[in-house]
């Protein structure tokens, strides 16, 4: 099964367990439509930074991921800030916390 046909609640938990697996954590901070719900994954160092990774379409209709705070590490109240804001217009979002040094995508997804 590809990432495509997976339902939205079995994404967000299989991005919390490879975390796990990796030496971090993660956890729910909202759930969503477990079907179809979008899901952004917020990742923070221990120094504070941040970068939320949300999910998209390629052009040619594939599932990818971007870093929708942009290239650089932000501070994590700027991420919060921008999770709040899109809670508001989609109330059938998934939000992701996961801590990793790294500040990786824990599910190390094709990313546009």
Not at 38 to 46: A, G, L, S, T
């Amino acid at each position: 099964m590809t990432q495509d046909n997976l339902p939205a609640r079995t994404l967000a938990m299989a991005a919390i367990r490879s975390a796990e697996a990796q030496g971090g954590g993660g956890m729910v901070l909202k759930r969503g439509d477990p079907g179809s719900g979008v899901i952004m994954i917020k990742v923070m160092d221990r120094g504070g930074q941040a970068v939320v990774y949300s999910q998209t379409r390629a052009p040619d209709g594939r599932p990818v991921w971007f870093r929708s705070t942009g290239p650089d590490p932000v501070p994590e109240a700027e991420a919060d800030e921008k999770l709040a804001r899109e809670r508001k217009f989609d109330p059938d979002i998934w939000i992701i916390e996961i801590q990793n040094d790294a500040l990786s995508h824990p599910l190390d997804p094709e990313m546009l």
